[in-house]
């Protein structure tokens, strides 16, 4: 009777080891389970919610979800009762399968995440770089200054020429606009300034420039230069052989006029660009009457400010 009772206890011991694979093959399927689960869900999330998913996987694993979970990493010996059980909240997981809210704003949260990486990298490079002295934050605040005023007093000219040409019978024929290079003051020469083919200035246009030499003299400053444009028809005179020599001796009238009237000749430049720069198709007749014109520039002597 001893006998068979030691065996059938034997045989229950041997039983028990025999079944306790079933543990370990239980936890593997349930692993295993929960990695198909993330990897199926990594390949449909967006970046937002695989951070949440990643601080919820993260929060899983560190041991602070079961109490006394950081205690099973210790030693066996170690009292149980001398670890303090983990009592952080533990963030749940969101459902993985995008409601058309959550879509929607999971478009917004990339276009603001983008936006604000834009940023970032901005103002990383403004950190990164050198800051301005004092007396380069000054420097810079009087060159913008200078060229404001200087675009509110061409401005200025501008409108005082349009208003004198139109006021005494030149509106078609004189214009002043103020372009990146500085305040042009456009006149076309036929029958204003000199005839055609010649380079003597005739007395019709001898008022006009010379309200334009006392406006140039309200700045001393700036340089000013005279240029004169033809059209494409050939010249070829004992005087003029081409448009060259036409359109140079017209600046060249020009300077020497202002010059008289007060203009420092130290200001002053005369070019000629034949018909290089026309504003007009010389196709036509009224086209190349526009052609045939001088321009005086007054250049800037500041950057163009922003508009």
Do not use: C
Request: zero cysteines; proline letters at 5%; aromatic letters at 4%.
């Amino acid at each position: 009777m001893a006998g068979h009772g030691k065996k059938r206890r034997g045989a229950a011991v041997e039983q028990e080891n025999e079944e306790r694979w079933l543990l370990t093959y239980a936890d593997m399927l349930t692993l295993l389970f929960a990695l198909f689960m993330v990897l199926f869900s990594i390949s449909s999330v967006n970046i937002s919610k695989y951070q949440v998913l990643q601080q919820s996987l993260k929060a899983a694993f560190s041991g602070s979800i079961l109490p006394g979970g950081r205690a099973i990493l210790q030693s066996g010996s170690e009292s149980t009762a001398e670890h303090t059980p983990a009592t952080a909240a533990v963030p749940s997981i969101v459902p993985l399968m995008p409601t058309p809210t959550a879509r929607s704003s999971s478009s917004t949260g990339s276009a603001n995440a983008s936006s604000t990486a834009s940023l970032a990298a901005k103002a990383a490079a403004a950190a990164s770089a050198k800051p301005l002295s004092t007396a380069q934050l000054q420097a810079a605040l009087n060159s913008m200054a200078a060229s404001v005023a200087e675009q509110e007093s061409f401005v200025a000219l501008a409108e005082k020429l349009n208003a004198y040409a139109k006021s005494h019978g030149f509106g078609n024929e004189v214009q002043a606009v103020v372009q990146r290079r500085g305040l042009v003051v456009r006149v076309l020469t036929d029958k204003v300034l000199f005839a055609s083919g010649q380079a003597t200035l005739q007395p019709e246009g001898a008022p006009l420039l010379e309200e334009v030499a006392q406006l140039l003299n309200v700045d001393m400053s700036h340089p000013i230069t005279v240029e004169g444009h033809t059209d494409n028809q050939p010249i070829a005179t004992a005087e003029f052989p081409s448009n060259w020599e036409l359109s140079t001796a017209r600046a060249t009238t020009v300077v020497r006029f202002l010059i008289a009237h007060g203009v420092s000749g130290g200001r002053l430049g005369a070019v000629g660009y034949a018909d290089l720069h026309p504003i007009a198709s010389n196709a036509t007749a009224a086209g190349r009457a526009l052609n045939r014109r001088v321009e005086i520039v007054l250049m800037r002597l500041n950057p163009v400010p922003p508009s």
